[in-house]
């Protein structure tokens, strides 16, 4: 029973498009993040949201925008999607009391055409 | 700005000897880091942590020693095992905890040779 899971696994895509990744925890976590990992391979933080606060990091782009329908869902969704894009999204839980560990998902390899 | 440093892309270590992988970090106000563990096609999976207050931390086959005045961390593993064979990323993390403020560094995929 997989603790956090992401789906598609894979996405080929037409630059302009729009799409979603979805992710879901069965932790019971209070904390979601979305994780960009980019050619360079540097894992780097998108978004962190519980229930109460969205904290974006500066450097991602309005075209993405992450949406928690309830605890337990936080998807990413990607307008206008560009070739620079192209990179492995992971999803990501904690329970934020202090020093967590992150649960990640396995990853979606989002390709850009 | 590379804040955590992980400058050996790749090691590879024989079957049963100790595995060594470093990590640097130029953030004074980091006081945790964890390792990360990642296999192909896999999300990473914690292994270990150290606080900025401890200079070693043990778990079985991993230890983590951490020299602050450095800057420095490392993993050593011992002894290594086939099953060790992943990429290994060094993370660390700024006071007032919570993991909105993990950086990460680049990964050192390690390979076991049999």
């Known amino acids: 029973d997989t603790a956090v899971s992401q789906t598609p696994k894979y996405l080929v895509t037409q630059m302009g498009n729009d799409k979603s990744i979805k992710c879901e925890q069965n932790l019971g976590h209070d904390t979601m993040y979305w994780y960009k990992q980019d050619s360079k391979k540097f894992l780097k933080i998108m978004f962190s949201y519980n229930n109460k606060e969205l904290i974006i990091n500066e450097t991602v782009p309005n075209r993405f925008s992450p949406k928690s329908p309830d605890k337990a869902h936080l998807n990413l969704h990607i307008n206008s999607l560009e070739l620079g894009d192209s990179a492995v999204y992971f999803c990501?839980?904690?329970?934020?009391?202090?020093?967590?560990?992150?649960?990640f998902g396995s990853g979606t390899q989002l390709s850009v055409l | 700005d590379q804040q955590v440093k992980q400058n050996s892309p790749s090691l590879s270590v024989q079957e049963g000897r100790i595995s060594i992988l470093n990590c640097d970090y130029t953030n004074s106000m980091f006081d945790y880091f964890l390792w990360y563990k990642k296999y192909p096609a896999e999300g990473p999976t914690f292994l270990i942590s150290?606080?900025?207050?401890?200079d070693k931390n043990e778990d079985g086959r991993f230890t983590v020693f951490l020299n602050k005045s450095a800057k420095h961390l490392s993993l050593h593993i011992v002894p290594s095992q086939p099953g060790d064979s992943a990429v290994y990323f060094c993370?660390?993390?700024?006071?007032?905890?919570?993991?909105?403020?993990?950086?990460f560094g680049k990964g050192t995929h390690l390979i076991i040779q049999p």
């Open positions: 993370a660390g993390l700024g006071s007032g905890g919570g993991a909105d403020g993990l950086t």
């Open positions: 990501a839980s904690s329970q934020r009391t202090g020093y967590e560990k992150l649960f």
């Open positions: 150290i606080s900025s207050i401890k």
